[in-house]
């Protein structure tokens, strides 16, 4: 018969789950298990294998197996639909969440008159009510099994017996990773279509027969977009869905945490991996313009957050932001097991511990321990406390020789800075120092959360002109991002290390935030580096930008026009902004009484045309040496306001001579 067929196949077809079969079996023969087993996970999971399975094993121990479907069961008759007849009887209710309403009843009226040894399975992709487990009743007679992925030894297994050939099972499995359902459907289409090799991708009629199984219709608009929301970033928290949502932030977040494929964290929801990339893979594909619109919604979201965060949350903020970018090679690996390590500020008991994870760089670090101590970050196993890595941020101002002396990449910081851009007026330079034992550098979880909190200290440092990285196996650094690797030789020990360098004042926090995040768009880059001037160099473009205030192209040449200064008139020409913002300097002297007679003589010489000194001196009505000394003191003034406004942002107080 082909019902015998299709057993069989179903049977060939079952892989894993020996858990669950364990504790079902212990049920099953009396030694000591539970009446009632409540089964729940998302849609496609394999809730219904496994309980026909079930059903198998129970027609071998010769006990009679029932099967109800939830889609068939009418919930007003349901007395009549479910019937113990004995106590060697085994319920199985599959598709639960459709007569979810019958629990109460289940729980309260039906489970309670079973006869003693019968057996009854729920199936469903919600969890059980809370009450079930606060009824101290049912602590012994019910276990709850969530259904997960399956393990990856048995999704080899199950595309084993899908007949997927080698060289497709690392794309499927990275598109389905251990989902049954996923990987089933995906493997049917992948094996016909085989000439697609590593380079196969589900098509568009995989991904909506799978949104179909495992997310189907939602309520509204509204409700699709907070759920593409959640894909879309690492966590959602109620804020972040406010920034998209406003109105219906909460009522959606409440939705969202109650969805069978969406689980929570200390850090907020998220969906099933399957159902995360499905629901990226579609929206992508239908509309993207508005899959750009929310990435850059929730991407300035989470940069804002970064820069606000408490410390201690610093590098979870980065790690959202940085999710955004797991497709174009954003430096971590998000399926790592970051939970497994803890960061901690350094005390004075820890030096110990430092100096024997630096091993042969103790002397630096303990050099530094003491001199900087609130520079260091510790980085233990959560399990067993031990420490693994230590960190520190070390920001310097001035040349120290016993610094130099002590720390071989700091001289190297310092004479890299002297001899390109050095540091101005009120800026540092930050170097960052790594010590990790042998197991956890390169690759791994300890380090993306070292990263983490490095690229925090970069994008929330304030007059920061140079930071310089230290990271062992350097490859795992995206140059993308603008920093420079000026590494002359590899370090202490047998690993490799990097230096990383990047000017922030060349290309801002708010820049390189763009530039990570040009990839999502098509077209070239939108951030070109600034030039970084010294006073004097910058001075001299004032004295010659003044001079030639009427022309617009002499203007767009002037190194000014790529200067901080105009970089925060965002939206404008840099030469018109530039024209504006020497009349506004020339026009902000008139405002003290001391220097109106600077703005005369300015105003005069750069923005009435006077053809000549000596003309603008007249029509002044002063001797010329008089009208040279204003005219210099007000060009210097100038100068020194752009220059506090370049060193300090646009919005600084305004500068005044003493």
């Known amino acids: 018969m082909l019902g015998w067929r299709l057993q069989a196949a179903r049977e060939m077809a079952f892989v894993g789950r020996e858990e669950e079969l364990a504790v079902f079996n212990a049920a099953l023969y009396g030694g000591g298990g539970c009446s009632v087993l409540y089964v729940h996970g998302p849609g496609g999971i394999g809730k219904s294998a496994l309980l026909r399975r079930f059903a198998h094993e129970a027609e071998v121990a010769g006990r009679p197996a029932s099967m109800v479907d939830g889609r068939m069961l009418d919930p007003a008759a349901s007395e009549a639909g479910l019937v113990l007849r004995d106590a060697d009887t085994v319920l199985l209710i599959d598709d639960f969440e459709h007569i979810q309403g019958l629990e109460g009843w289940l729980r309260e009226r039906f489970l309670p008159r079973m006869p003693m040894g019968a057996l009854v399975v729920i199936a469903g992709r919600n969890p059980p009510d809370m009450r079930w487990q606060a009824d101290p009743g049912w602590a012994g007679a019910l276990e709850v099994l969530p259904l997960r992925d399956l393990r990856a030894e048995d999704a080899q297994a199950l595309m084993d017996s899908s007949g997927v050939p080698a060289e ?27 000439g697609a090799g590593r380079r196969w991708m589900p098509d568009q009629d995989v991904v909506a027969t799978l949104l179909d199984q495992l997310v189907g219709e939602l309520p ?68 993207p313009e508005g899959y750009s619109a929310m990435h850059d919604r929730i991407h300035a979201q989470l940069a804002e957050r970064v820069r606000t965060a408490n410390d201690v949350d610093v590098p979870g903020a980065v790690a959202a932001l940085l999710y955004l970018h797991r497709d174009s090679g954003a430096p971590a690996d998000f399926r790592g097991r970051h939970d497994e390590f803890q960061e901690a500020a350094l005390r004075e008991e820890d030096v110990g511990r430092l100096l024997r994870v630096a091993a042969e760089g103790a002397g630096c670090a303990a050099f530094w321990a003491e001199r900087q101590p609130e520079a260091f970050r510790l980085y233990r196993r959560t399990e067993t406390g031990e420490p693994v890595a230590f960190s520190a941020w070390l920001r310097l101002t001035e040349l120290d020789e016993a610094e130099l002396t002590a720390d071989p990449i700091v001289a190297r910081a310092w004479a890299h800075a002297r001899a390109t851009t050095p540091l101005r007026a009120g800026e540092h330079l930050a170097v960052s120092r790594l010590w990790v034992l042998p197991p956890y550098r390169g690759n791994s979880p300890v380090m993306d959360l070292i990263q983490w909190r490095v690229i925090g ?10 930071s310089y990285i230290e990271i062992p196996h350097p490859k795992h650094l995206r140059r993308q991002y603008g920093m420079r690797d000026i590494s002359e030789q590899p370090q202490p020990g047998d690993d490799t290390y990097g230096l990383f360098v990047h000017d922030w004042r060349a290309v801002s926090p708010q820049a390189w935030l763009e530039r990570m995040n040009q990839p999502l768009h098509a077209g070239p880059a939108a951030t070109a580096e600034l030039a970084v001037l010294s006073q004097a160099e910058f001075a001299e473009a ?104 370049e060193l300090y942002g646009i919005g600084a107080p305004a500068y005044r001579s003493t």
């Not at 990987?183 to 279509?193: E, F, N, T």
């Not at 804020?239 to 069978?260: H, M």
């Not at 970069?458 to 140079?466: G, I």
């Open 220 to 287: 509204s608009a509204a409700h699709r977009h907070a759920l593409e929301i959640c894909a879309h970033a690492y966590t959602t928290t109620e804020d972040l869905l406010r920034a998209a949502l406003p109105e219906d932030a909460g009522r959606l977040f409440r939705w969202l945490r109650r969805l069978p494929f969406v689980e929570s964290s200390s850090r907020g929801l998220f969906p099933h991996d399957v159902v995360r990339e499905l629901l990226e893979a579609d929206l992508r594909w239908r509309d």
């Open 542 to 645: 004032v004295r010659k930008a003044l001079r030639q205030l009427s022309r617009l192209d002499a203007l767009a040449a002037s190194p000014l026009a790529r200067t901080r200064l105009i970089a925060e008139r965002a939206g404008q020409n840099p030469a018109t902004a530039l024209g504006d913002l020497l009349r506004q300097a020339i026009d902000d002297l008139s405002e003290d009484p001391r220097s109106v007679k600077f703005h005369r003589a300015l105003s005069v010489t750069f923005l009435r045309g006077t053809p000549t000194q000596e003309l603008a001196a007249e029509r002044l009505g002063l001797p010329f040496t008089t009208y040279r000394r204003h005219l210099t003191a007000g060009i210097e003034r100038v100068c020194a306001d752009l220059w506090h406004r």
């Open 168 to 194: 497709l099972r690392e794309p499927l499995l990275a598109f389905a990773g251990g989902h049954p359902l996923a990987l089933l459907l995906g493997a049917a289409v992948a094996v016909k279509d085989g």
């Open 457 to 466: 200290n970069c994008l929330r440092s304030e007059r920061m002109a140079w």
